[in-house]
């Protein structure tokens, strides 16, 4: 009954527009005009500084996708250091110029409303990737790897495998990083991961011996691997002068390298620590049980869902999402992949559609 009451109404809705000859973008969602647009078309992608290698690949997978799908394309990157008002200004830029599409990987989701309401009021469609733009409703789409089950992943990554590690502790000693504040997706994977640990840490199965337990007490600005190497320094000083460290949770494999490099310097590199994107520099010490485990986000994967999005928005229709997300002011179509955990024992496996990380397995 249901299905057919709904039917009725959008078959009702959609002969309404055709009378009046609207366009049938909606207010609501945004999520696309109907009448879509002419190949050759100008696509605009902005993206970050390049703070993980997922960064440094998007941008040549973008230019050649976004070509090969027909359209014209304006790759920028935020440089290192005006990063915000780099991002402001190319979008701007992308909006004077036409563009169709503006994807966009935010430095920091929360201070681009401006651009992207003028890009809207301009008719193109926003399409936030890989890292959600926050507080406005001027986003389209969100198109991502699930970033609240890769740190539910990487908690339980961490619990695991400090069980593995030391079977004849009860209690593990460990300490926790998160990634840099601006990036929306900074606190979803501490929460993730958090709504493993937590548990544990109130049961006393883990002792976060800092005391740092907060998102603003253990975030590391701009994903810097030097903030994390500091920050790692000071809390073993502080607090592992004659207690053992047993795990650390990092967010991604830049900071877990520069974690494990504070901890080798400091004489305690035999500890479980997390991470994030599969890097090339992370593959080797995963193999050889430096770092416990990865996470892999396919980058072609991504840039290949946001091409096909704009492929359909081209066409006139709306892009396929798979559920939505909250910005704080809207719920925004999203389309969501796996990411999937990679420890030694299944990385050949994971990276088998990959000959350059699959290579990296057999060293
Ligand atoms: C990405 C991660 C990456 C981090 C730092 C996040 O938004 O999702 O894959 O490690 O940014 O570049």
């Known amino acids: 009954m249901r299905k057919i009451a709904l039917t009725t109404t959008a078959v009702a ?36 500084d390049k703070t993980s290698e997922n960064w440094v690949l998007a941008g040549d997978l973008f230019t050649s996708a976004i070509e090969d799908a027909g359209f014209k394309a304006d790759v920028q990157y935020a440089g290192q250091s005006t990063p915000v008002p780099d991002q402001q200004s190319q979008i701007s830029s992308m909006t004077t110029k036409g563009a169709k599409v503006i994807i966009i990987g935010a430095k920091d989701g929360g201070q681009l409303g401006t651009q992207v309401k003028d890009a809207k009021a301009a008719g193109a469609t926003v399409i936030a990737y890989d890292r959600l733009l926050t507080d406005t409703k001027d986003v389209d789409y969100y198109v991502a790897f699930d970033n609240y089950k890769v740190g539910e992943l990487q908690g339980q990554a961490l619990l695991d495998g400090l069980k593995a590690k030391f079977p004849d502790k009860s209690t593990y000693n460990i300490e926790l990083f998160a990634g840099d504040p601006g990036d929306a997706n900074a606190p979803t994977f501490f929460d993730g991961a958090m709504s493993v640990l937590k548990p544990e840490i109130e049961k006393g199965t883990l002792k976060v011996v800092s005391g740092q337990t907060e998102f603003k007490q253990v975030s590391t600005k701009d994903w810097l691997a030097q903030n994390a190497q500091n920050r790692m320094d000071t809390l073993i000083q502080g607090n592992y002068a004659s207690t053992d460290l047993d795990g650390v949770l990092s967010p991604n494999d830049t900071l877990a390298r520069a974690i494990l490099q504070s901890v080798s310097s ?46 359909q928005l081209s066409e006139g229709g709306k892009a396929d999402t798979t559920t939505t997300t909250d910005n704080g002011v809207k719920k925004v179509p999203t389309y969501y992949l796996d990411p999937v955990i990679v420890t030694k024992d299944n990385a050949a496996e994971a990276y088998k559609n990959n000959p350059d990380l699959e290579a990296l397995t057999k060293q």
């Open 13 to 48: 809705a959609v002969a309404l527009l055709a009378l009046s000859g609207c366009s049938s973008r909606s207010a609501d969602t945004g999520s696309g005009d109907a009448s879509g647009f002419e190949k050759g078309s100008l696509i605009g992608v902005a993206l970050p």
């Open 266 to 311: 400091a004489g305690k590199p035999d500890i479980v620590v997390t991470g994030q994107d599969s890097e090339e520099a992370s593959i080797p010490l995963i193999m050889s049980g430096k770092q416990y485990m990865t996470i892999y986000k396919d980058t072609r994967e991504l840039v290949k869902k946001a091409i096909d999005m704009t492929t």
